[in-house]
């Protein structure tokens, strides 16, 4: 890790209330930089195991593979959130393939270091059990948007949610995000176009 990274690094951990200065050279002497350009597969599905991770910059799209093989988005991870880390303690393969969608720098902690620290420092474990509540929540909100609003109340909620996401990800991604084909993204467009 450059020195300047660090310094970044640092100062990114150190913006973090509950990350005390110990803990934060703990979590960094074991830390390492990932870096992946943009296209690259950063996790392949039933491959790579989970490691938890700060996306410092870029975004990052999360896929699977639907029954008929097309790939179907699950989520966009965008820079300063915490991702990797759903199956912490049980070092399974992910279920699914991440990929970068721009050029990526993430903070790739070290497992069993950080196992550790957030066995004996109570403000992480509740740090770390709040972002586990936020992942479960946007999963939860997800599935119910999928079954009971229409594609576009569910389109208007990710230009909420991703304010810049169609400067970002292309049209395809998006739309398998919301569940639908890019030729009803593009209907449900024009229609908001027209309206406004």
């Known amino acids: ?5 660090r310094a970044q ?15 934060r050279d703990t979590l960094l002497s074991s830390a390492q930089i990932s870096r992946h350009q943009k296209g690259e597969l950063i996790i392949v599905a ?3 195991a989970y490691q938890p991770s700060i996306l ?23 820079e300063k959130t915490f991702y990797g ?13 991440f ?15 950080l196992q550790s620290v957030l066995k004996q420092n109570i403000r992480l474990l509740l740090a770390y059990t709040g972002v586990l509540e936020q992942s ?6 997800r599935e119910n948007a999928l079954i009971t609003k229409t594609a576009t109340e569910r389109y208007l ?32 467009r024009r229609g908001i176009r027209e309206e406004n």
Do not use: W
């Not at 990929?99 to 270091?113: G, I, M, Q, T």
């Open 1 to 5: 890790m450059q020195p300047i990274e």
């Open 56 to 78: 410092l910059s870029g975004l990052i799209r999360v896929f699977f593979l639907n029954a008929a093989g097309a790939e179907v988005t699950n989520l966009f991870i965008l």
């Open 46 to 48: 039933g491959q790579d």
């Open 157 to 188: 909620a990710l230009k909420h949610a991703y304010p810049q996401i169609e400067k970002r990800v292309n049209q395809t991604q998006i739309a398998s995000y919301l569940g639908i084909t890019p030729v009803s993204l593009s209907r449900i």
């Open 9 to 23: 690094i640092q100062a990114f951990l150190s913006s973090l209330p509950f990350v005390e200065d110990s803990v």
């Open 136 to 141: 479960l929540n946007r999963k939860i909100l």
């Open 85 to 97: 880390a759903d199956f912490l303690t049980m070092k399974k393969a992910s279920v699914c393939s």
């Open 99 to 113: 990929e970068a969608l721009e050029d990526c720098v993430s903070l790739v902690l070290n497992r069993e270091v």
